[in-house]
Each structure stands twice: as structure tokens, then as C-alpha cells.
């Protein structure tokens, strides 16, 4: 009888942060590793399970079926001896964290984070609070929360890991008439005070485009709802769209352009706990990958 396959971490580390990073050159960097020997841990891998996991598509490198079934199990994995290490490690975690998201990322990124960070850290409890920019600062300052991820709206005026940078764009319907040309423009937007609204505004009145607000809305699903619908354009990040929507190429569509936000990580100023830090940290790791690998939204033409 022949005996089992024991996996390596190490090798299933490298196997994860490659496809994580999109490039198994980015993992090496990442891991201090040569990429010859990156190569050859992958090649180990898929020499264990006797099949292949990832193959080239244009510049990039994209899971098989096989590779598709093994990457859960190597996070399962991966999950399960870090926990382990945690627990007989150090003292385990306890607590309460409470953290403050905008409605961007409340629904891509990181709820899967801080699952996993609750399933590592079981002793601490997470209350996620999901806000608007504005909302979320006041109950920072207030000593309401002890993190928060914020749009950078005053020139950095504030102390905070930066995790990144993305552009601010034009979102219209997918398919259908884009109202681009209409004037005055019909605009989807959030009540006052929002950066995205008062970034479009000022673009707007800087190119003198007249405007009207079609739609308000105080939630980012009815402003997706609205823009679907045709009643007017909006302005977010190009994160994260529903498939109805797109970012439109502004010179095409007669469209002012418009600036970039910074997302920043903030601390609440009283003495942060283990459980916070540990969070804060995590949350820094995957934010920052993740804002630096995206492939920003296609830009399209209307017609």
C-alpha cells in the first residue's frame, strides 16, 4: 500500500499568494524567493495531485478545473495551520474590534477578510458598521469605532495607513441609451456631504455642464437601481460594478474627467488593543494587494 502525500505549506503558500497576486513573479517578490524557486514549487505541487493547476491566458495566469478545486483546499489549509501556530504561540485574542466600512467594500472584499479573521480569532467580536464617509469620521472622532476605512476628501489632513489609490469614474447603464449628452445631465447621486457628489458637481460646473439630480438615494444599491434604470449617470470607483453597470470612457462620452481617491485605514486615537492591531494589520495586507492588482474597470463608449 502505498503511503499518502503529505502537502507543504510552503508550497501550497506560494501556490495561493501567486494566484492572490496575480503573477507567481509578484509572489517571489513577495516571499523573498527566487522565481526558479517559485517555479519549481509549483511544479512539486502539481507533480502531488498529478494535475495541472494554472495555465497561461494572454499576459496573465488563470486557475484549471483542478487548480479551481485545489486553491480552497490550500486556503483551508494554509487557515487551519496558522490558526494552529496562533493558538500555542502567543496568548489567544480577545476582545472587541469595532470597524467602520464604506458601502464599496462592504459587499467584495471584506467580508470574506473578517470571516477569516473571526474564524482564526474566535475570542474577539467584530461589529462591522457599514456607512457612509461622513458618518463614519464622526463616530471615529467620537470614540465610536476603533478602525475605519475612509475616502481621503481632505488632502490627507488626517494620520492613516494609505492602502491605495483608485480612480474616480463615470458609471451608466451597460446596455440601453446613455443619458451622457443629455443637458442638463441627469445625475444619481447621495445627499450632501459626499466626496463623489461634490467631486462631480465641481467637475461638472468647472466645464460649465448644466445638471439637475434625477435620483438621491442614502444606499449604494439605489443608486445602482437608479443608474440600471436609466435616470441618470453617477460617479464611484470602478470597483466592484453590478454587471448592469459600466464606467464610461469620458472623452467619448462628452464627460468632464475626474480625480482619485485615496483609501486610508484610520485608528481610533485612544491606545489601540492586540485584537485591533492584529485587524488593522490584515485588513492593510489585503486591501493594499488587492487595490494594487486590480484591473480597473473597462472604459466603454456609449454607443
Known sequence: MSLPVNLDMDVLRTFVTGIELGSFARAASRLGRSPSAISLQLRKLEDQVGQVLVQKQGRGLVLTEAGETMIGYARRLLELNDAALSALGSPALSGRVRIGLPQDFAETWLPETLGRFARLHPGVRIDAHVDRN??????LDEGQLDLALLWDEDGGEREGAVLGTLPMAWIGPRRGVTPGTDRPLP???FGSPCIFRHATLNALDA???????????PGLAGLWAAVSAGLG???????GLPASLTALDPEESG????????????KARAR???AVE?????LTDVLTVAIDEMDHAKIVSPH
Do not use: E, G, Q
Open 134 to 139: 461622513a458618518t463614519l469620521r464622526s463616530r
Open 187 to 189: 445625475l444619481v447621486l
Open 207 to 217: 466645464a460649465a455642464i448644466s445638471w439637475r439630480i434625477s435620483f438621491s438615494s
Open 233 to 239: 449617470l453617477t460617479v464611484r470607483t470602478p470597483h
Open 255 to 266: 464627460l468632464p474627467r475626474l480625480p482619485s481617491l485615496s483609501l486610508h485605514l484610520l
Open 278 to 282: 492584529r485587524l488593522a494589520s490584515l
Open 272 to 274: 489601540s488593543d492586540p
